[in-house]
Each structure stands twice: as C-alpha cells, then as structure tokens.
C-alpha cells in the first residue's frame, strides 16, 4: 500500500512488479512480524545479478565521464540547457496528447451484420471496466464511456478499445468504460495493459475464452455456463481476484505465484503459491468446465460457486 500511494500506481501493479523483481532475486519478500497484514520488501545482498549491474554502471558513469571532457564547461551549459528545454517541449506535448476529448456518456456501438463470433479487446490502462452480457441489443455491442475518450474500432467482429496512456503522476479524469455485448454469438475478451477495477458480468454469455494482463487491483468475474473447456487466465499481479461461475459447474484451477489467501469452493488456504493445482469435486475432463490459471501475486483469490 504504501509503495502504490508513492509510486501512484494500483497495488496489483506494485505487487506484479514485485513479484517480478522478486523472481529476478533483486529483492524479497518476508510477513511483517508485528502485523500479518504487511508484507516487507527488502534488497537482496550478495547477488550475482546486482554486483553486474552495479559493475555495468559504474562502466557507464566512466564513459559518461570521458565523453564529458571534450568539451569546456560554456558548452556543457548550452546542452544541459537545450536537453532541459527539449524535456520540456516532450512533456508538454505529450500532456497534450494524453488530454483526450473527455467523454460523458458518450456512447458507442457497431451492426452485427453477418459477424459470426466476436472478439473485445481493451487496451492500455484503464482506472474502471465494466462488462456485461445483454440481450436487448441488436447490435454488435455498445459502450458508453466516461473520462479520456478512447479511440474505438469494429471489424470483422473484433472490437478494439484502446485508451492512451497516462504517464505516472500526470492529472486528468481517470477512465472508465462500460461495455454491452451481443448474446447470439460467442466471444473471446481480452483485457492487456492493467486496471484498477474490473467487473464483468457475463451470464447467458457465450464465452470461449478470456484473459486479463498486466496488474490490477480488483477484478471480479461472474461467468456463463461453459461449453466446452473455456480457458480463463489472469496475469501480472492484483489485490484482489473473485471468479464465480453457476452452480454445479466444474472447474480447473492451476495457481502459479503467490496469494496471501486462496479460497477455491469450500476449501481455504493462508499464504499459498509456486505452483498450486486443484480441481472442483466431480471433476470429468470429458464434460464442460473452467481452466482457469492465475498467474503472478495477489492479496486475495477466490474462484467459488453458486
């Protein structure tokens, strides 16, 4: 927590980037003796990996050093100057870039037409998606969105949203999208990029698959009736991670990272990961279920029934 209010990202992306740093042995992870809740993050000592990339900037600093010298110290102001003045430029342009039409309730759709299956695509960080399976509409899907507008494309039943990004501590409304999908025909959906909260309600869905990357902070997920084996994988890292699908339907889970608390159906575990392989009571490999993997840390995965 304290690292997301520092940095200004979510904690579900903090916690991938330490879960990548931890597997690259930069640093490790050890439970707060005086509270369970907290989790310390130390540098690691003695390492192979950061003797060479002290080494590799120590190497750097000498060579930066060398190449200074050429010049006298009148030509060291002028450059310094004119980098500091081109950062500047860059930046209040990119500003300019980021500062898309803001959006209220703005809202976006496409025909059916002839489209067979569909596939949604949201890319880029986005603060809130909301997804939701609709039997009303007639068209391909709908989305109203609010904050930043995205640029939005449809073809051939693929469906991209993709939101500029946002650079790390730049202001400006946050994103947010609702998106309603057309039930007479199956989709795939995927989310890359991260976000900060994602709720997806997929009952009377056909869904073939689904896949969310990058970190997150919440991210809850009611799910259809399967046909077939529906893939369903969620990566890069989040706090907290809820998947429900209908009574009586069979899932495989397969947790590989590390979770401060799992719960899967009537089962619960404290401070699991690595590599972590369960599958519902009944399970027939022959009939429809959920595959469903989590990979990266988490403070909280519950994947239940009901």
């Not at 059916?112 to 997804?131: D, F, N, P």
């Not at 709908?142 to 939101?163: C, H, L, N």
């Not at 009944?282 to 009901?306: C, K, L, N, R, W």
């Amino acid at each position: 927590g304290q690292l997301a209010d520092l940095t200004g990202l979510t904690t579900g992306a903090v916690t991938g980037m330490l879960n990548r740093l931890e597997e690259a042995g930069f640093v490790h992870r050890e439970r707060d003796p005086n509270d369970g809740r907290r989790v310390i993050v130390r540098l690691a000592s003695g390492k192979d990996e950061m003797q060479a990339i002290n080494s590799i900037f120590d190497a750097f600093g000498k060579a930066w050093d060398e190449l200074a010298s050429n010049y006298d110290n009148e030509q060291i102001a002028f450059l310094l100057d004119f980098l500091k003045r081109s950062n500047a430029l860059s930046r209040q342009e990119i500003i300019r870039l980021q500062e898309a039409p803001e959006a209220e309730g703005e809202i976006s759709s496409a025909p059916l037409g002839k489209v067979k299956s569909g596939r949604l695509v949201v890319s880029a960080g986005i603060y809130r998606l909301t997804l939701h399976a609709d039997e009303r509409i007639t068209e391909l899907y709908q989305a109203r969105f609010e904050g930043p507008m995205p640029s939005v494309a449809a073809k051939d039943g693929v469906v991209t949203i993709r939101y500029l990004r946002r650079l790390l501590g730049m202001a400006g409304k946050q994103g947010a999208s609702e998106v309603a999908l057309n039930v007479t025909i199956p989709w795939q959906i995927v989310v890359q990029g991260g976000a900060a909260d994602i709720t997806a309600k997929l009952g009377n869905l056909n869904l073939v698959g689904l896949e969310v990357k990058g970190g997150l902070s919440m991210i809850r997920l009611e799910l259809p009736a399967p046909s077939g084996v529906v893939p369903i994988r969620i990566s890069g890292g989040a706090s907290d991670v809820t998947v429900r699908r209908p009574a009586g339907t069979a899932a495989r889970v397969h947790l590989k990272g590390w979770a401060s608390a799992f719960v899967f159906d009537d089962q619960t575990f404290n401070y699991v990961g690595n590599d972590v392989r369960m599958q519902s009571s009944g399970f027939e490999p022959t009939a429809s279920y959920y595959d469903i993997e989590v990979v990266g840390s988490a403070s909280m995965v519950t994947i239940t029934s009901g």
